[in-house]
């Protein structure tokens, strides 16, 4: 059993406690490390026929965060959209296409949708706290103020780190996502 979405919220629902889990074991599934990203890059960019330099392979990881379904819908995009050695231009050219084509981000919509089933009344708070953390990069848990289960809940559910009290974003890529379809400038 696998998801974006953590079971404390299903087993909230069941009226049930982590109890139930506790002898499942977490595998945290992230993004590639950066070696492992530039490979899985160069290779889709040869896959593709359009060579590139070591600039155009270290933007297609910035702007993927190294998450390999965005460094391939990024790499299909390339293949879509030109011909010749693929610049750093062309991959934020194609990320900036990405976002904006709500078809091929489908998959990174669900960032928007999955609140209101699982926070509830709590859904305008979660986005508040996600908006204000988004712009300013970071911001403590004073400075935000918000009930500890709700910042619980958006650490758990991985859009948010906290690290000696203060909040940020657990993926940039995620974060520059969230602020494009928000339209947070």
Known sequence: MCGSVGFHHVLRQCGATEGVINDLVNLPLGPLEPADASELAQRLLLGIERGSDEQAVAALV?????????????AHRLHDTGRGPVSVDDVAAAFGDFMD???????????LTRLAPFYGDRVMAAEEI????????SATTTEIG?????????????????????LSWRYDVLRRIWMHRQRLG
């Open 130 to 137: 996600l908006d204000r953390v988004a712009v300013a990069g």
């Open 146 to 166: 918000a009930d500890g289960r709700l910042l619980d809940d958006l650490v758990d559910d991985h859009y948010l780190i906290e690290r000696g009290g203060v």
């Open 62 to 74: 910035e702007h993927s965060g190294a998450i390999p379904y965005l460094v391939h819908a990024l």
């Open 101 to 111: 084509d709500r078809d091929d981000s489908r998959a990174v919509t669900h960032l």
